[in-house]
């Protein structure tokens, strides 16, 4: 059996998306809630190309829809992507987490930031 991997926020106003050519990239965001995440760090922030705005999760700063006009239209394709995907959040996040590292937002229990 593996152990579970904690994360523990290290900074509560600071938000971080990963970018497959930049690696962990600082954006400004807004928390997010979602009725079928609760307790989970969503946050909302500006598409990295300056396209429109998209949901990106805290700990690994995987984006969880496309990018929209509106906050609105973001959460709704989140909500839908999420509601069809195969598997639970936690596997997404420990799948991204192992494939890319965590964010500078956490650090792993136990561990320095």
Known sequence: MTKQVRYVRVY????????AREGFVKVEGKPVKI?????????IHKDLN????RLSEGITGMAL???F???QAAVTDAYRKLRETKK????MIKVAAKRNGHSPRYRKEGGKK
Do not use: C, Q, R, W
């Open 88 to 91: 639970s959040f936690p596997d």
């Open 65 to 67: 829809g496309g990018t």
């Open 50 to 53: 300056g396209y429109g705005v």
């Open 12 to 19: 509560s106003d600071e938000y971080f998306v990963h970018s």
């Open 69 to 71: 006009n509106s906050k």
């Open 35 to 43: 009725a079928i995440l609760p307790g989970e760090d969503i946050f």
